[in-house]
């Protein structure tokens, strides 16, 4: 194994508590299917914040101090599992994941959809009743397409609110 094999085995061994160094703050990536990891990369670089991507399998990160990997068994709710277990206060996790986001919200951390729609105490209940109704519906076939295209708007609006949230949490702190 090379410095670099040796570099990215050492990079996923941390764990966020590890990574965090000085930052109260850290970032959570659902990752398996998450449009925007890209983004919150630049942002958490500008901001000096750790990230983790959690997923089922592995997949490339960018070679850089403040990311890790973190994979987990295929279990059904693994990555979720891991996601809720590490999380502290205050940490970001982007998600498009409801059940996830209304676990999150329950540790008093902040969820972002990639959509940059925040999940909040006031709107995780409607979300999950929705959810839950377009289920039902798929399952009885009413109900056969999916979420519309994501788009360079969902990109920019996603950057803004994850902007937004980063600016709130770390103002609370001050």
């Known amino acids: 194994m090379g410095l670099n094999g040796l570099r990215k085995s050492w990079r996923q061994a941390l764990s966020p508590k590890t990574l965090r160094g000085c930052s109260l703050l850290h970032i959570f990536i659902d990752a398996d299917a998450c449009p925007v990891k890209q983004e919150v990369y630049r942002v958490a670089k500008r901001y000096e914040l750790s990230v983790t991507l959690v997923a089922g399998s592995w997949m490339r990160v960018p070679e850089e101090d403040n990311l890790a990997l973190k994979v987990v068994g295929e279990g059904m709710d693994a990555a979720d599992d891991w996601i809720v277990e590490h999380l502290e206060v205050d940490d970001i996790v982007i998600t498009a994941d409801i059940p996830l986001a209304a676990r999150c919200l329950e540790k008093t951390a902040h969820a972002l959809g990639p959509t ?22 798929r399952d009885f076939g009413e109900v056969v397409e999916g979420p519309p295209p994501f788009d360079k708007r969902d990109r920019s609006h996603f950057l803004h609110r994850l902007d937004e949230t980063i600016n709130a949490i770390r103002r609370k702190g001050a």
């Open 116 to 137: 940059g729609k925040p999940f909040t105490k006031e709107n995780i209940g409607s979300a999950l009743a929705t959810r839950d109704l377009l289920s039902t519906l």
